[in-house]
Nanobody, 123 residues
Framework: VQLQASGGGLVQAGESLRLSCEAS????????MGWFRQAPGKEHEFVAA????????YYSDYAKGRFTISRDSAKNTVYLQMNSLKPEDTAVYYC?????????????????WGKGTLVTVSS
């Protein structure tokens, strides 16, 4: 089972990026998917999550209004559209899968955890 995040890069403040996370090795149709991030020198923190059917989404306070999580179950892929990026969004972004993921979900409690993708936002 593998979760592979991609789409990171270097952008300027105010620009956008779309991250993708493709799951392979099993079907995640019944799993919630989520994004976490780890900024330099800081702990992992929750970014956003989406329920197994895409009907419910959760966002951290800093992501609300700027980030949008979505999923394509047919492609076993979850996306994170990030707009109006700020330098403080600089971090490695990780995707995760579990039966339930919410704002208070612990990163180290995720059933599946993928490799991250680096997002760097310059001022």
């Amino acid at each position: 089972v593998q979760l592979q995040a991609s789409g990171g890069g270097l952008v300027q403040a105010g620009e956008s990026l779309r991250l993708s996370c493709e799951a392979s090795g099993r079907t995640f149709t019944r799993y919630a998917m989520g994004w976490f991030r780890q900024a330099p020198g800081k702990e992992h923190e929750f970014v956003a999550a989406i329920s197994w059917n895409g009907g419910i989404t959760y966002y951290s306070d800093y992501a609300k209004g700027r980030f949008t999580i979505s999923r394509d179950s047919a492609k076993n892929t979850v996306y994170l559209q990030m707009n109006s990026l700020k330098p403080e969004d600089t971090a490695v972004y990780y995707c995760a899968a579990d039966l339930i993921i919410r704002e208070n979900s612990r990163p180290n409690g995720m059933e599946y955890w993928g490799k991250g993708t680096l997002v760097t936002v310059s001022s």
